[in-house]
């Protein structure tokens, strides 16, 4: 004879998961504006002149990509001598010592998780504003080992827009920044990885590096990067999904109280 209590148990759990995986209605619009986002991105990305206005956020993405490999560096016991970024979209991290092992994949795999954390984020005002505090110590710290002014300047740029969004609306602005810059991050390094690592396949890499020390080919160690950095960009999205319920109007009274 069926146990009524376990069937009710199993039948909560069920509608408890499938809720969690549900998007509310603000959470839709939050899917449709990350969709929108990414054909915006992808659209602007080689279109003549129209480019430019990617340039500042392919910047900071180069950034972050760079202070990813500082980061690991310093856990790893490294002495960080600076951090570059050119106008190019470049950038070059110079550090002595360090485990090879973790510093060569940090820095795509360390902006694309950025991303992820911030495209989480991005549903939520309140966590929004959590990720800008996080987002600018990182900056902080890029700025710390900066060593050309163009670094400097998209540092500080960046910090200077966050703060006036912040106490724009109970920081709603904030909220679609956070979440642009999340996308913007997670996409750049995928492109990143495939237009340097798998179409063009570059001869001086991270992943040619690491190749060079661990086996396989850039190319496979650049395939493998992907598919890491993509699980990275779908699980920021499906975290903030079951995370942040709250309609927008909860959101704004979440967030009154902090930072004000």
Not at 23 to 36: H, N, R, S, V, Y
Not at 230 to 255: M, P, W, Y
């Amino acid at each position: 004879m069926d146990d009524p209590t376990t069937d009710n148990s199993t039948s909560s759990s069920s509608n408890a998961i499938r809720d969690a995986f549900t998007p509310t209605d603000d959470q839709k619009i939050i899917l449709i504006i990350i969709a929108g986002y990414t054909g915006a991105i992808l659209l602007l990305w080689n279109m003549p002149i129209i480019k430019i206005i990617l340039a500042p956020f392919k910047l900071l993405t180069v950034g972050l990509h760079e202070f990813s490999h500082a980061f690991v560096g310093c856990l790893t016991c490294a002495r960080i001598e600076s951090i570059e970024i050119d106008p190019d979209e470049g950038g070059a991290t110079r550090m002595q010592g360090g485990n090879a092992m973790f510093t060569l994949p940090a820095g795509y795999l360390g902006s694309s998780l950025i991303g992820a954390i911030l495209v989480m984020c991005g549903f939520n005002i309140f966590a929004s504003k959590v990720a800008s505090i996080f987002l600018g110590a990182c900056l902080l710290l890029t700025l710390w080992w900066a060593k050309n002014w163009l670094t400097r300047g998209i540092g500080i740029a960046f910090i200077g827009i966050m703060l006036i969004l912040w106490f724009v609306a109970h920081g709603v602005g904030l909220k679609y920044f956070v979440l642009f810059l999340g996308v913007m991050s997670c996409l750049y390094c995928l492109w990143d990885i495939l237009d340097d690592l798998v179409f063009r396949k570059a001869f001086e890499s991270d992943a040619s590096k690491f190749a060079e020390l661990y086996g396989l080919s850039s190319r496979a160690w650049g395939i493998i990067w992907f598919i890491v950095s993509l699980v990275f960009f779908a699980c920021g999205i499906i975290v903030g999904l079951v995370a942040f319920k709250e309609d927008q109007e909860t959101q704004q009274r979440q967030a009154e109280g902090f930072g004000w």
